[in-house]
């Protein structure tokens, strides 16, 4: 079963720091990267999304790298403030109908 | 704009009972529509995704099961809850048009007892 590996599982980063949050994949054919944002008992959100033709999008402070060889891709939240504070999941487009497979997420929390 | 609609918000079930959750949207026709669970603390599993009306798949073998009587509104329905059932459950469209976006309602906290 195709597999999208997350890490780390959790984070925390001083306010104004970079927080960073990477996945892996295995299967080269996916080309839809999104990242979503859950704050608790919220359903989560799309925050930013790439397609392989590109190796960076920027929106905000939000980044998402991609290295299609390494078969990876990043989140990177600039300037982190509290409320960054969330869990974020990271996917990648399933095998059909449009489904989405998912990382295990990473909570991450910014001190102030 | 599209919305998703999820009731109840919260709901607290006797083991052995029956569940009914339902999940409508507004603002899109003939969307793909999913049902989610989440543990606590824990990521998202798919439990059913639907392409049509009547049309469900599904995703990981359980007493749960899922319906879609018309074209924007899944039904989660189970005759005998189990306390493994607790979770937050998040139902979730994607449009037409070759569109992987997936968008969330705000999800029923089911606790069973």
Redesign the interface.
Known sequence: QQQVKQSPQSLIVQKGGISIINCAYENTAFD?F?WYQQFP??????LI?IRPDVSEKKEGRFTISFNKSAKQFSLHIMDSQPGDSATY?CAV?GHS????I????T?LIIKP | SQT?HQWPATLVQPVGSPLSLECTVEGTSNP?L?WYRQAA????Q?LF?S?GIGQI?SEVPQNLSASRPQDRQFILSSKKLLLSDSGFY?C?L?GQGG?????????T?LTVT
Do not use: M
């Open positions: 839809y999104p008992g919220k359903g989560p959100a799309l999304a999941f487009e109908n449009y489904q989405l998912w990382g295990a997420g909570k | 998703i793909n999913y603390g824990r990521g998202l798919l995704y392409v798949s998040l979730a994607s569109s992987y976006e997936q968008y969330f309602g705000p999800g906290r």
